[in-house]
């Protein structure tokens, strides 16, 4: 069993920043992928970035250049920081725990947090 917990989310102003955090227990962190999705109001779950228990990341096209996913294993902890955001940026952020199969997809990653809220004003 894995328990996710993001923290980090709130209020911001566009071209401001937030670090969203996602702390990890219950399993031996360091040898999972972990993925940040989000999910704004009426749209689908999707992929804003991933990590690899190696450290190799990846990014949707929207947020290239402006979000970072980092990870501390000797924390169990998961961070996205994000840079000049923007209000299509609003959303639910959750990270998960991949288990295999396309990263893309959220059928591929178990074990979810609750999220935490992103609202970027304009």
């Known amino acids: 069993q894995v328990h996710l917990v993001e923290s980090g989310g709130g209020l911001v102003q566009a071209g401001g920043s937030l670090r969203l955090s996602c702390a990890a227990s219950?399993?031996?962190?360091?040898?999972?992928?972990m993925g940040w999705f989000r999910q704004a109001p009426g749209k689908q779950r999707e992929l804003v970035a991933r990590i690899t228990s190696g450290g190799s990341t990846n990014y949707a096209d929207s947020v290239k250049g402006r979000f970072t996913i980092s990870r501390d294993n000797a924390k169990n902890v998961v961070y996205l920081q994000m840079n000049s955001l923007k209000p299509e940026d609003t959303a639910v952020y959750y990270c998960?725990?991949?288990?295999?199969?396309?990263?893309?997809?959220?059928?591929?990653?178990?074990?979810w947090g609750q999220g935490t809220q992103v609202t970027v004003s304009s």
């Open positions: 998960a725990l991949y288990v295999g199969g396309s990263y893309w997809s959220t059928g591929s990653y178990d074990y």
């Open positions: 219950g399993r031996t962190f360091s040898s999972y992928s």
